[in-house]
């Protein structure tokens, strides 16, 4: 007969002859419970996160609405900005969210800002979840101490497969900005914050 619990006992074939049996311990409604919670909270998460980024993807679609020749009205793509943000609020680990708003911010302040600080500022802000981009990317590789010491190739082959995409338009996008703000801010700003050496490790 056997036993539950979480070590071997002996039982009997068919035959008669013995065997090796290992049943684990039932589970209990409480921990069943629990188990069903969770599973029931990440799948509303990352229901609620794709809601999320389908919505920014469908504001983004719309960014170039009213526009004069090269130059885009504030207002399409100040929604599709902010929407992002909620996707990257919501998921914050989601890399795909992370340079779809890089490039949202690029654009807002390449094609929907006059005024240069205010673009300027749009570039830091990409620059700022580029670096946070750098923070999920190592999470994924073993931490930042691993994820700098792997070549190119290295990176390429430890990043998961589903993942590799995302990583590669959040390199472009991150050196867009840094390129960006170093033309709005000045030679000497951008030799002083290491922009060329920034923009390396990013291509």
Known sequence: MIRSGSLPVMATTGRGQPRIARQTAPMSNATALLVFAVGVWIAS????????????????????DGHAEAKAQPEPIASAVEAYREAMRTAPDDLEAHW?????LWF????????????????????????????????????????????????????????????AHFYFWHAVNLGAWARRAGLLQAVRAGVAGRMHEAT
């Open 45 to 64: 998460t990352s229901a609620h996160a794709s809601a999320a980024l389908e919505r920014a993807d469908s504001l983004w679609d719309r960014r170039a």
């Open 108 to 167: 807002a302040g390449h094609y929907a800002t006059p005024d240069r600080a205010a673009e300027r500022k749009l570039y830091e802000e990409a620059i700022a979840i580029g670096e946070d981009s750098l923070r999920v990317l190592a999470s994924r590789v073993g931490g930042r101490e691993a994820f700098e010491a792997l070549s190119p190739d290295a990176l390429r082959e430890q990043v998961a497969a589903r993942d590799r995409s995302d990583a």
């Open 100 to 104: 779809k708003l890089q490039r949202a």
